[in-house]
């Protein structure tokens, strides 16, 4: 799923994004560690992988999202 980061703050690796929507989601710092980024800014274009209600994933919306393993059905 693509979005567009609205906050971030570097101290805390966490900020929000929004749906292409208009929902805005938050996102933590395990969701922003989880991937290879080391900085994001207002406006980038991302990929995020929810689940449930939550982000658990973000990247840049030019880098591959990581398949689900063989035990993740």
Sequence with gaps: MQA????FDGATRSGS?????GTE??????AF???P???LRSG????????GERITYVTLSTFPLPQ??????
Excluded: C, E
């Design 68 to 73: 689900p393993g063989p035990d993740s059905a």
């Design 4 to 7: 567009t980061v609205k906050t």
């Design 25 to 30: 989601i938050p996102f933590d710092a395990d």
């Design 33 to 35: 560690d989880a991937g």
């Design 17 to 21: 994004v929004f749906l292409d929507d």
């Design 37 to 39: 980024l080391r900085h």
């Design 44 to 51: 980038q274009r991302v990929n995020i992988i929810m689940t």
